[in-house]
Structures are given as structure tokens and as C-alpha cells.
């Protein structure tokens, strides 16, 4: 059964940064591109940034870009999304996913991904 299981979430001042992880119990997890989303209190969930199965490309979000970095060790099945700078906006729940699709035009859509985290919570205080 394939679980991904986020960690690193919790509370830090505007300006602070925050690592989180996700940990995925897919056998062939080097083959999948990885994506991180959020997830805000009454609004839809939001695509932040991805990484190709091989980590030589990303993704990002126009709202992140320059703050967050997305990498990955295909060896510990693991991908990372170091967030700086952040702000109060960035407040939500942060959840990861797995897609088969090795390409951009797919990573910023929900409906292209097959595996979910449950998520872990950001909060950015002002």
C-alpha cells in the first residue's frame, strides 16, 4: 500500500523558514515526479512547485519562487520543500503527491496526481 507521509510543519514568525518532508513508500518512487501543495481554510487547494523523478527539473509557483526550493533523495524516497522567507500568507496545510508525469504542463493539476500525503500544517504568524 503506498503512503506518503509529510513532517516538518509547525509555527514560525513571518521571515522564519520551515523544511518539510515527505516520505513516500512507493517501491519504484524514482520513477514518479513529486509534487507539494497547500491548502488554505475555505480555499482550493494550491499547486506550490514540483520536481522531476530524476530531480533535474522543477516548478514553482509565481507566489514562491525565489523562497522556496523543492528537492528530492530518490535513494531515501524522500522529497523536500525548504520554504524562506515566509509570510503570512503562506499559512495552510502543505500536503505532497506523486504523479507518473515526467512533465511540467501536468504537475500544476490535481487530477494528474495518484498518490496524496495527508499534510502537515504551516502556520506564519505576523
Known amino acids: 500500500q503506498v503512503q506518503l507521509v509529510e513532517s516538518g510543519g509547525g509555527l514560525v514568525q513571518a521571515g522564519g523558514s520551515l523544511r518539510l518532508s515527505c516520505e513516500a513508500s512507493?517501491?519504484?518512487?524514482?520513477?514518479?515526479?513529486m509534487g507539494w501543495f497547500r491548502q488554505a481554510p475555505g480555499k482550493e487547494r494550491e499547486f506550490v512547485a514540483a520536481?522531476?523523478?530524476?530531480?533535474?527539473?522543477?516548478y514553482y509557483v509565481d507566489s514562491v519562487k525565489g523562497r522556496f526550493t523543492i528537492s528530492r533523495d530518490n535513494a531515501k524516497n524522500t522529497v523536500y520543500l525548504q520554504m524562506n522567507s515566509l509570510k503570512p500568507e503562506d499559512t495552510a496545510v502543505y500536503l505532497c503527491?506523486?504523479?507518473?508525469?515526467?512533465?511540467?504542463?501536468?504537475?500544476?493539476?490535481?487530477?494528474?496526481?495518484?498518490?496524496w500525503g495527508q499534510g502537515t500544517q504551516v502556520t506564519v504568524s505576523s
Open positions: 512507493i517501491r519504484t518512487f524514482s520513477s514518479y515526479a
Open positions: 520536481i522531476s523523478s530524476t530531480g533535474g527539473r522543477t
Open positions: 503527491a506523486a504523479t507518473p508525469r515526467n512533465y511540467a504542463a501536468a504537475w500544476v493539476s490535481r487530477i494528474y496526481y495518484a498518490y
